[in-house]
């Protein structure tokens, strides 16, 4: 879980998942977990990770810090939230997926990012939230998405968080224009649906 925020955990979800399902949060939102009735919740630290062995190989996820704004005094309101690097390891093959939560592409965090080496999937949080509200804008839009593009180099970008609320004010065509001419693949697909990456 990148943070425990209404419009990535409500009460659809909740009623959805098995109280004893493994989560990964950070500390303030194992706390809210908990008190929903979640008992198997682990708490990773920005820069700490978890390995979870698979028939052929491993799974290895690592917390990365996600910044929810780009002003330090609304980023305390928010609180913290976590962004993933994920490597999918088996024999020889290695597939990296770096989920962003909700941050933006600041220098702290896209260097702790880069460190990590190449990005195969880049899974951003888009929609431009907030950029009409008091808080100001409290998640990517297409320039911010660019920029981050520009600055990790994926080879593919799977969008997410940009079309299921109302509150998602920018249109995902938007991302789509702006990624014109760029380089990295942009997979855009409809919801419920799913796609394979090998």
């Known amino acids: 879980m990148s943070h425990s925020h209404p419009d990535h955990f409500d009460a659809a979800a909740e009623a959805q998942i098995a109280s004893d ?13 908990a008190s929903k009735g979640f008992s198997n919740i682990s708490v990773l630290p920005w ?25 330090p005094e609304i980023l305390k309101v928010l ?3 976590n962004g993933y690097f994920m490597e999918f390891e088996a024999g020889d093959y ?7 939560g909700d941050t933006f592409p600041v220098n702290d965090v896209m260097a ?37 593009v520009d600055r990790l180099k994926p080879k ?8 299921t609320f109302g509150l998602f004010l920018e249109p995902i065509w938007k991302l789509v224009q702006a990624m014109d001419g760029h380089a990295s693949d942009l997979d855009l697909i409809a919801e419920g649906s799913h796609i394979l990456y090998k």
């Open 79 to 81: 609180g913290p939230g």
């Open 94 to 100: 290695r597939k990296t997926l770096y989920w962003t």
């Open 156 to 163: 593919s970008i799977l969008p997410i968080h940009h079309s």
């Open 112 to 148: 702790s990012v880069q460190a990590f080496g190449e990005i195969d999937v880049l899974i951003p949080h888009a929609g431009g939230v907030g950029s009409t509200g008091a808080l100001g804008k409290i998640s990517m839009d297409a320039e911010d998405v660019v920029k981050m």
């Open 21 to 33: 399902m493994p989560m990964i949060a950070t500390n303030r939102d194992k706390q809210e977990l």
């Open 47 to 71: 820069g700490e990770q978890m390995v979870f062995p698979t028939k052929s190989g491993q799974i290895t996820i690592t917390a990365v810090e996600a910044k929810h704004s780009e002003n």
